[in-house]
C-alpha cells in the first residue's frame, strides 16, 4: 500500500493504518509504504513499486 504522508483524504491513522490492518492478505505479502507529501506519491516510486509487485507476484516480462 502506497500513501503520502500528509494525505488530507485518507489520513495516516485515521484512514490509512486501519484500512492496511483489514486487508486480508497475509501479513508476509503486505507491505505498507509512506511517502513525503499530500494525495499523490512521486510517479517513478509508484511505478517502480508496481512493477516489482508485478514480478513479484506475476513473474517477469521476458
Do not use: C
Not at 8 to 17: A, D, G, I, R
Not at 33 to 49: C, K, L, M, W
Request: net charge negative; charged share 25%.
Amino acid at each position: 500500500m502506497l500513501n503520502g504522508e500528509f494525505d488530507f483524504f485518507f489520513p495516516v491513522e485515521t484512514s490509512q493504518k486501519p484500512m492496511f490492518e483489514l486487508l486480508g492478505t497475509p501479513a508476509e505479502h503486505k507491505r505498507y509504504e509512506v511517502y513525503p507529501g499530500a494525495h499523490t506519491i512521486p510517479r517513478s516510486e509508484a511505478t517502480a513499486q508496481m512493477l516489482g509487485w508485478l514480478d513479484t507476484y506475476l513473474g517477469k516480462v521476458e
